[in-house]
């Protein structure tokens, strides 16, 4: 038979959402490689997502989503972005993984430092929850101290020593909120209230030589959209400086999200020389690649293996191709007026979505820094975490659906963030804005 006739075409099998969950959840645990994907929050089927280009995401059965979710993150420049496709497919050509230094890995940490005057030295390596948690070992190394504080709502990866509830009272240290963390894992962890001056008070002040750091995500996008209030943010530099912790800033959400110089450097426009003692960096920083980074000054940094005892590694670290990809991220965020072109766009999307609640005559607040916003089925902005999830969940969900239904692609669950992109174009957000209103009238 010769072998140059042409093929006939199959047509190509076209799976649904559905068929394609199905599938999932029989080689998957629950259908999904990250929990938060599976849609348990709102109920439905996840959407499989076959590509995507710009602001927009196609699902297997060919719907296009305007997407406000980015990667969860990391997608600042929308998808595809030709510069950033260009560094990528270079650096692969010139290998995936070596195992040694490159010169690329000095440039991203280099790049990094410029636009973050807390940061003296970076360590890169793969994802936030290795960052966050290699910050916390080097924080603990550095003062010789075991405890930490965190937050109730707030997010640092998946460490075990993370993975914590409050106790019942300030004496008592959390319990673990995963199965297969032993409570002696978490005896170390104390978990306190967002934006509570006087328990953050009382905590130093009963415990505050034992305490190592405290970490927090300075704007809290794991509880949709909070900021640490100045006064806040103000105190808890005071309390470490006063008791010898170290203040962590978990910026691997708003690292060059909501400003090129990081959530740090806006409560440094308050607190004149605010700044942290470690920052924690994942998602832009790595342009959609897995890529995150800690970094501190020189001499809290000389801490780490090679140079001092406390040891972190990883041998995908640095990876060229994941260096290439935020390199070339971070070059197109630092041109002039991005930022201010990405607020706007942001800003437009947050009034649009608020001035249709209020011609429905909904209860409803957002708030947005940067390219991140937030908002809320409730009258005023909640300030921690019991009040975002005394917002109506269930309203919530109807609307993510009712989003979903006409091609926009929020975040489907009532805690977490939205990301808008520097290729959201203005017809864009007027398209869900009207989305939008269609979706708050039937409520
Ligand atoms: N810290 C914050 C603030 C996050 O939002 C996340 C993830 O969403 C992490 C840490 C963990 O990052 P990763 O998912 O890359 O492990």
């Known amino acids: 038979m010769p072998t140059n006739l042409p ?12 068929e394609l969950f199905e ?5 998957i645990p629950g259908g999904v490689n990250s929990p938060v994907r599976a849609f348990k929050a709102v109920g439905g089927t996840p959407r499989f997502i076959a590509r995507a280009q710009g602001p927009y995401m196609w699902d297997a059965e060919g719907k296009r989503y ?15 972005h030709p510069a950033v496709l260009d560094a990528v497919l270079k650096a692969a050509h010139d290998g995936f993984s070596f195992g040694a230094p490159t010169e690329r890995e000095v440039e991203l940490a280099e790049e990094i430092i410029r636009h973050v005057p807390s940061i003296e030295q970076v360590r890169l390596v793969s994802s936030g929850t290795e960052a966050a948690m290699s910050a916390i070992r080097l924080a603990r190394g550095a003062t010789g101290r075991s405890k930490l504080i965190k937050f109730n709502g707030c997010y640092h990866g998946h460490a075990d020593a993370l993975l914590v509830k409050a106790g019942s009272g300030l004496a008592t240290f959390g319990h673990p909120t995963s199965a297969g963390v032993p409570p002696e894992v ?6 306190l209230e967002y934006n509570d001056i006087a328990q953050l008070e009382e905590a130093f002040q009963t415990q505050g030589d034992e305490i190592a750091c405290v970490m ?57 020389g605010f700044q942290p003692d470690i920052s924690v960096f994942g998602k832009v920083i790595g342009g959609g690649m897995p890529l995150a980074a800690f970094g501190s000054s020189r ?3 000389q801490q780490l293996a090679p140079l001092g005892p406390v040891y972190q590694a990883g041998t995908l670290s640095g990876n060229p191709v994941a260096t290439a990809c935020g390199l070339a991220t971070l070059r197109e965020i630092a041109k002039p007026g991005f930022y201010e072109s990405l607020s706007a766009r942001t800003q437009a999307l947050v009034q649009g979505l608020d001035a249709a609640a209020a011609s429905a005559g909904l209860p409803f607040c957002t708030d947005s820094q940067g390219g991140m916003f937030g908002f809320f089925f409730g009258k005023d902005l909640p300030q921690n975490y019991p009040a975002v999830l005394a917002t109506d969940q269930a309203r919530f969900n109807r609307f993510f659906h009712a989003m979903l239904d006409q091609g926009v692609y929020f975040a489907p669950a009532l805690y977490e963030a939205g990301f808008v992109s520097a290729a959201h174009s203005d017809e864009d957000i007027a398209a869900t804005v009207a989305a939008a209103a269609a979706a708050l009238r039937q409520e």
């Open 299 to 301: 001499k809290v940094m």
């Open 7 to 18: 093929c006939p075409l199959e047509a190509p099998a076209v799976s649904t959402n559905a």
């Open 66 to 80: 305007i997407d406000y979710i980015g990667s969860w993150g990391p997608m600042i420049l929308g998808h595809g």
């Open 23 to 27: 599938r999932a959840q029989r080689a």
């Open 186 to 191: 978490v005896q170390h962890t104390l978990v």
């Open 216 to 272: 927090i995500e300075p704007i809290a996008g794991n509880m949709n959209f909070v900021r640490a209030s100045v006064p806040f943010v103000k105190r808890l530099r005071e309390l470490c400086d006063q008791y010898g912790a170290l203040l962590v800033f978990d910026e691997v959400m708003t690292g060059f999200r909501v400003a090129l110089g990081s959530a740090q450097s806006l409560y440094a426009q308050a607190l004149p």
